[in-house]
């Protein structure tokens, strides 16, 4: 596909006049504007058949013969981003753009832009986009629907609920709806209003797979409850297609995870992980390598001076399972901090640094070339993104644990800002990986012995970034944050230049919504009964054990 959208051309070309003895052109007729629409719309309906063909090079040809003609038709505009979803965001976004300004008044075109903002977590333009489009098509259960998922991501669950009331009013049936609304209560903590709208989607007959992951999610059993019964018998349901098998299996597995069965419990886990795609690991282990050679301690000395003075962006990363959840809690408990959740800005920064291939050559010459001026306005640039979670905060926590590969960009736009990494024993961490239903970004949990060497290279770049930046990375491990809590609280706080709050030790008591697997957990106090927990599942955790190597605390 094309990286770049049609330009502008004139509408009247510019002709020499010949030879004096030429005979004058015949004037053609002018094009009748109606006809010309009907050859357009003709187009571009063909344009959408190649799409659903698959066959998106000939429907992008088709946009840009329309757009040749009128370089500002909207529908060209808006076909040609949908045929970038998925494989340049960034371009779908612009063509989006360009659609909405040329038909302001079209609510669809508004929707769609607010999903792609949402996609990459620009959660602020995704509400604009969304709340115009509940005010031109009113009462529009679509719109009021995205608005509540965008409002639910931006740490605003308060505002979704009313949004998602007010659609199950209108339309009753959606399923969406009804578990859009229960995912608002459980990260506002309202876990008994939750399960009610969960109970009740699954006895209707509403996306019951999700429903019942969903319920057994918001709390912890302690011996078997009817629901695994009920789970058990609908995964005989020959109807059902993959995802909500793998749901159903997550659900069976997390149930009889937390009763101790854990035989039982790996088999359920370990049908969920089937249809999970392969992880490339060696293009992984390039990546890492690369990530090594690009910073190294004489890039970054000659980086002396480059980004922003500002001390607000608190990065708390690691693998993801390792604390990062709880320690953005406890951060964000204290009054001058703000938790802003799992942000994905640095990752849009990143992409922006290698826009036309997003090779590693790209990358690494975009940062090799960066002047003083340029990382100063990408700095910026990421702080007015989190200044919109919190205008006033002293610090504002981004706890994407994968941010772990970023430390060198981090470090290059903010040199004061606080890195905390969160370190959990590596055989718990992994299979509490493998125990989660993680999207397609991370594969590399559906399968033991490939999260065991993810791990390592994991392992491998973080041991660098001690290297590179001695004594400038906080290091915290769960299993001290659960015996010693307040010790480990009070060094947090005293590494984010805080003064100490005891609001600190109550975390569990904050107010606001929790947008991640650890929504439930983060409600409670600390308890310890997720240390230790792999010894109970035996020789079917070899592969990850053998995989750890040295990195297997046994």
């Known amino acids: 596909m094309s990286n770049r959208l049609p330009p502008a051309w004139s509408k009247h070309l510019k002709t020499s006049s010949g030879p004096k003895n030429q005979q004058p052109k015949i004037a053609q007729p002018k094009a009748n504007p109606l006809s010309q629409a009907r050859a357009d719309d003709a187009l571009l309906r ?108 931006f740490g605003k669950a308060d505002l979704a609920v009313p949004l998602y009331e007010k659609a199950l009013k209108i339309d009753g049936g959606r399923s969406a709806i009804r578990i859009g609304l229960a995912n608002a209560l459980v990260s506002l903590g309202r876990m008994d209003e939750a399960a009610n709208y969960m109970k009740e989607a699954i006895a209707r007959g509403q996306d019951v797979a999700a429903a019942y992951n969903g319920l057994v999610g918001i709390r912890k059993f302690k011996e078997e409850p009817t629901e695994l019964k009920s789970i058990l018998a609908e995964l005989k349901n020959p109807a059902l297609d993959n995802k909500s098998i793998q749901q159903l299996h997550y659900a069976a597995g997390k149930v009889l995870n937390d009763i101790r069965r854990y035989d039982e419990a790996m088999g359920h886990f370990q049908q969920a992980k089937r249809s999970t795609r392969g992880f490339d690991l060696e293009a992984y282990r390039r990546g890492i390598d690369f990530l090594i ?31 990062t959840t709880l320690t953005e809690q406890i951060c964000a408990s204290h009054l001058d901090a703000y938790g802003a959740g799992e942000l994905t800005k640095l990752r849009r920064i990143t992409n922006s640094l290698a826009p036309k291939t997003r090779s590693p050559e790209e990358l690494r010459s975009s940062i090799l070339t960066m002047t003083v001026n340029q990382s100063k306005a990408l700095a910026e640039d990421y702080l007015a993104h989190i200044r919109q979670r919190s205008p006033n905060a002293q610090r504002i926590v981004d706890k994407l644990p994968h941010n772990f590969e970023l430390i060198g960009l981090i470090r290059l736009l903010f040199p004061k800002a606080r890195i905390i990494h969160c370190r959990r024993d590596a055989i718990d961490n992994c299979l509490s990986c493998y125990f989660l239903s993680f999207n397609e970004d991370n594969s590399y949990t559906a399968d033991l012995h490939m999260l065991g060497l993810y791990y390592r290279e994991y392992d491998r770049l973080m041991r660098h970034w001690d290297k590179v930046f001695p004594g400038q990375i906080l290091e915290t491990r769960y299993e001290d944050m659960v015996s010693d809590q307040e010790a480990q609280s009070r060094r947090l706080i005293d590494h984010l230049g805080l003064p100490w709050d005891d609001a600190c030790l109550r975390f569990f008591d904050k107010p606001g919504s929790v947008n991640t697997f650890s929504r439930w957990q983060v409600r409670q106090p600390i308890y310890t009964s997720s240390v230790n927990r792999w010894k109970g599942y035996g020789s079917s955790i070899l592969p990850l054990i053998e995989a750890l190597g040295d990195l297997a605390e046994t």
Request: a negative charge; glycine letters at 8%.
């Open 46 to 153: 063909q344009a959408v058949q190649l799409q659903q063909a698959n066959r998106l090079v000939e429907a992008e040809a088709l946009c840009q013969r329309v757009l040749a003609r009128n370089p500002r038709h909207p529908l060209a505009l808006y076909l040609l981003g949908t045929f970038a979803l998925g494989l340049d965001d960034e371009m779908a976004i612009r063509c989006f753009e360009r659609a909405v300004k040329e038909a302001p008044q079209n609510p669809h075109y508004h929707l769609t832009l607010g999903e792609t903002y949402l996609k990459v977590g620009e959660h602020t333009d995704a509400i604009r986009h969304f709340e115009r489009a509940c005010e031109l098509k009113a009462d529009w259960v679509e719109a009021l629907y995205a608005l509540g998922r965008a409002y639910t991501g």
């Open 293 to 323: 050679e690009l910073f190294s301690p004489e890039m970054l000395a000659a980086k002396t001076g480059h980004g922003s003075s500002s001390e607000v962006p608190v990065f708390v990363l690691g693998m993801p399972r390792s604390g």
